[in-house]
């Protein structure tokens, strides 16, 4: 259910511009389980310590999509050590509504930008 997510919400569900493996991440944050349903893997380019690039992939409802979404236009071009201190509120409210037992969906998110891994790999594409 989107019919109560802000308009910004509903266009970054339906465009997703960061639902993508970016093909050298300096950073990696992971919640959830790849293999056991909901998850989420937020990749980042840190060049010169700001976020240049931000992708990630999920398995969840639109709430999860739009979430993830919206953390891309947070942290895009912000210092990246600043990013794990993104207020939850803020996510919420750039959400708007969510459908009812979606509330956490937003902590579940933010959670993979504070449980980031410095690391140097490429995204692999094959898992679901």
Known sequence: MTSGFTPLAI????????????PAPTH?????DEGGGDYV?????????????????CNGC??????????????????????????VAVVEKLIGETAEGKAH????AIRSIRNLKQMAMTCNTDKP
Do not use: N
């Open 11 to 22: 266009q970054l569900l339906q465009e997703r511009p960061s639902a993508k493996c970016l």
């Open 105 to 108: 969906i937003p902590l579940f």
């Open 62 to 87: 639109p709430t999860t999509i739009a979430s993830c979404e919206i953390i891309g236009r947070l942290v895009l071009g912000a210092p990246f050590d600043k990013i794990e201190a993104i207020p």
């Open 28 to 32: 990696i944050g992971r919640v959830g």
């Open 41 to 57: 893997v937020a990749e980042f380019e840190v060049v010169d310590g700001v976020v240049s690039d931000y992708g990630y992939r």
